[in-house]
């Protein structure tokens, strides 16, 4: 079965701290896709990063950085110098590739940045 | 830059009345689907659509759901008798097929009173 957690239900932080939200998965499949998302208060899933099963690079865009460990089945995700405008809920979600496009969200994070 | 869009924006039906939450989905895309999201909690796939016809359903897609692609533009859930529980925000999404990158519409927000 395929299932992702991300266990931590809300996060605060004062502006310019570094965050970090966690992801791990299940899922048997040796092919397979992670993605985050990023709703903000006005309620749209916006994209933020895909990866797949095959590529463990570590990847950064801009103040975004992701950390994809198979070995721990974690996919993470840190935003650095954290700025009020990154206030929303953040969904990790998995995609077994066998079944083209279907999402497993987990539960999401939500993200408050105090100014 | 393409978009998928829906209509309408917020729906505010009756319990029992029929609705019909209506997408447009990325003109070059091959592969539909609806999530719905009830308030606080993770989003959640009902359906997928693909060559006319359903690929896929979770167990939430029961008898009244129904899906359709009426002309090569828009792609329509249909829920027959709506119930309380059918509060929630629903998503249309679509993919090319050859990348997984889902491209979500803004949602349409339906309230059963």
């Known amino acids: 079965a395929q299932k992702v957690t991300q266990a931590q239900t809300e996060i605060s932080v004062v502006e310019k701290e570094d965050v970090t939200l966690d992801c791990v998965y299940e899922t048997r499949d040796t092919t397979y896709y992670l993605f985050w998302y990023k709703q903000p208060p006005s309620g749209e899933l916006v994209f933020l990063i895909r990866?797949?099963?095959?590529?463990?690079q570590n990847e950064i865009s801009g103040r975004y950085s992701w950390n994809f460990q198979k070995s721990t089945s974690s996919f993470n995700f840190t935003i650095t110098a954290s700025q009020v405008v990154d206030s929303a809920v953040y969904f990790c979600?998995?995609?077994?590739?066998?079944?083209?496009?279907?999402?497993?969200f987990g539960r999401g994070t939500q993200l408050t940045v105090w100014p | 830059e393409p978009e998928v869009t829906q209509t309408p924006s917020h729906q505010v039906t009756q319990m029992g009345q029929e609705v019909i939450l209506r997408c447009v989905p990325i003109s070059n895309h091959l592969y539909f689907y609806w999530y719905r999201q009830i308030l606080g909690q993770k989003v959640e796939f009902l359906v997928s659509f693909y060559n006319n016809e359903i690929s896929e359903k979770s167990e939430i897609f029961d008898d009244q759901f129904s899906v359709e692609r009426p002309d090569g533009s828009n792609f329509t859930l249909k829920i027959r008798s709506t119930k309380l529980e059918d509060s929630a925000m629903y998503f249309c999404?679509?993919?090319?097929?050859?990348?997984?990158?889902?491209?979500f519409g803004p949602g349409t927000r339906l309230t059963v009173l």
């Open positions: 999404a679509s993919i090319t097929g050859e990348y997984n990158e889902q491209f």
């Open positions: 979600a998995l995609d077994r590739g066998s079944t083209l496009g279907r999402l497993y």
């Open positions: 990866r797949n099963s095959f590529d463990e």
